[in-house]
C-alpha cells in the first residue's frame, strides 16, 4: 500500500471512529456480562466482530477495488457496477449482523405474566 492509500484509509477510519468505538464498548460490555448471559454475549461478540471486520476491511476493499479497476482499463460503468454490487453485498451482511444485535436485544425475553395477550 502506498503511503497517499495509506493515509486514505487512516482518514477513512478516523471518519468512522466513534462507530468503531462504539463497536468496542459492545464487545467489552458483552465479554463482561457472558457469565450473566451466554447465548446473548455470544450473538453480540459475533455480530460486533463480523461489523467491525467490515469496517476495517470494507473501507479498504471500497478505495482499492475502483483503482484496481482502473489499472486494468475497465470503464467507469464497470467500475459502478461493481462498486454498487460490493455495497449491496456489504449491506446484506451489516442487516444480518443487526438482526442479530436486535434478536440478542429481544429474543430471550420471556413475556410478562401480566401480558394483556
Do not use: K
Amino acid at each position: 500500500m502506498e503511503r497517499d492509500q495509506l493515509f486514505a484509509y487512516l482518514s477513512s477510519l478516523l471518519a468512522h471512529l466513534p462507530l468503531l468505538i462504539a463497536y468496542g464498548v459492545a464487545v467489552s460490555l458483552a465479554v463482561a456480562r457472558w457469565h450473566r448471559h451466554p447465548s446473548v454475549s455470544a450473538l453480540v461478540v459475533i455480530a460486533t466482530a463480523v461489523l467491525l471486520l467490515e469496517a476495517l476491511v470494507g473501507r479498504y476493499l471500497g478505495m482499492w477495488l475502483p483503482v484496481r479497476m482502473h489499472q486494468e482499463g475497465r470503464s467507469a460503468a464497470e467500475v459502478g457496477l461493481m462498486l454498487g454490487a460490493y455495497s449491496f453485498g456489504m449491506s446484506v451482511v451489516a442487516a444480518g449482523c443487526w438482526g442479530m444485535l436486535i434478536a440478542a436485544i429481544f429474543g430471550w425475553r420471556s413475556s410478562s405474566v401480566n401480558d394483556p395477550r
